[in-house]
């Protein structure tokens, strides 16, 4: 799992990102084609067309990571948004690398009494 510092921005890539791209490559899109500047910190997460593999870049202030994790199963939940960003908590984030619907997490169980 990715150490996200508390406070951590996190931003959605909209629309369908080569995968084939490196960080200097994500690094780019986040500047050009986001508006952001790509060592301020933030996590920026990329999916590619068949939905099954993000790629998450981070600046931690010492250098550049580039993060990427493939679904065995089914496919990471994105929002509908053909372009721009979307900002999601790092609890969200962490729902969806575990390939859980981050929109509307529901528990498994509750009890429903104490004793």
């Known amino acids: 799992m990715i150490p996200v510092p508390s406070g951590v921005r996190v931003w959605l890539s909209m629309g369908r990102t080569d995968m084939r791209r490196g960080m200097t490559g994500l690094a780019l899109q986040v ?65 969806m690398l575990d390939g859980i619907d981050w929109r509307n997490p529901r528990h498994t169980w509750r009890p429903s009494s104490a004793g």
């Open 31 to 95: 500047q050009e084609a986001l508006g952001r500047d790509p060592h301020a910190g933030d996590l920026y997460v990329f999916r590619g067309a068949r939905g099954d593999l993000v790629k998450i870049l981070w600046h931690d202030g010492l250098g550049m990571s580039l993060y990427a994790k493939r679904l065995e199963k089914g496919r990471f939940i994105w929002p509908s948004p053909t372009e721009g960003v979307v900002a999601i908590s790092a609890a969200q984030l962490a729902y």
